[in-house]
């Protein structure tokens, strides 16, 4: 099994330096031609996916559908995003939470001593000692403990619940359960956030702490991290990090936050 997991596009909020979190920001023009360029570079390369899990935010969610809708594709630039009974949306994707810290810019919060965003990158230990008790915002250790969640009943357990996996509490839309690459390995794509994909990849790679929290560092926006799961021994592959398959020059676009 080939799992895919991508961050969203890039959106206006990224490139004015703004907190996101559960903020229901739309991908910009930049964000929506990575997608599709990665779509793209998918479609040359023979690769489809069996099943797509979404986070329910708008980014992520257009980001899974220009990846792998081949007709959405051919019109990037629309602003509305059609549903799709290929894509199962699965509320334990969504980005952390920071409450209070969203809208408010990067740079202010950093220099902020009353906040806890500014040891969100530098100190993941302190962050998530000061926020674990704080109502209005979302732990890491919340966050990874969702993370696991949805690893273990939807690709832990994909042997005994494949056809179940878009039933359950968290999720909405359904999947076939057959397999489209019949001749390969089930493919995967997971469509979801910076920190939310570093909590999925903690757990894959067991490794206990916050401190190890942002491991080789923040997926590029559209950066991709293959991690191959082997069904019978229970374990995880990180193939590669932070792979991008658009074209070179959409890189210097980006805005980097953290």
Request: glycine share 6%.
């Amino acid at each position: 099994m080939l799992i895919y997991i991508v961050r969203h596009g890039t959106t206006e909020w990224n490139s004015e330096h703004k907190i996101q979190g559960r903020t229901d920001i739309m991908l910009d023009s930049l964000g929506r031609e990575m997608a599709r360029q990665t779509g793209e570079r998918f479609k040359e390369l023979g690769i489809t996916f069996d099943r797509i899990y979404s986070s329910p935010l708008k980014r992520a969610y257009e980001t899974a559908r220009l990846i792998a809708d081949p007709e959405y594709r051919q019109d990037p630039e629309s602003t509305e995003i059609e549903k799709s009974d290929k894509i199962i949306i699965d509320k334990r994707l969504r980005e952390l939470s920071f409450g209070r810290q969203e809208g408010q810019h990067v740079e202010s919060m950093m220099l902020d001593i009353t906040v806890p965003f500014r040891y969100f990158k530098s100190n993941p230990d302190k962050y998530d000692e000061l926020t674990i008790h704080d109502s209005d915002t979302e732990s890491l250790s919340t966050l990874c403990e969702r993370a696991a969640e949805f690893l273990k009943e939807n690709i832990e357990s994909a042997g005994d619940n494949a056809e179940n996996s878009g039933e359950n509490a968290g999720s909405t839309g359904k999947t076939t359960g057959c397999k489209a690459n019949a001749a390969d390995e089930e493919r995967i794509l997971i469509s979801g956030h910076g920190a939310l994909n570093k909590a999925l990849l903690m757990n894959i790679r067991r490794m206990p702490g916050m401190h190890s929290f942002w491991g080789d560092g923040l997926q590029p926006n559209c950066g991709i991290d293959i991690v191959r799961f082997d069904p019978e021994a229970k374990k995880y592959e990180i193939l590669e990090s932070n792979r991008t398959y658009y074209e070179e020059k959409l890189k210097s676009m980006i805005t980097q936050l953290l």
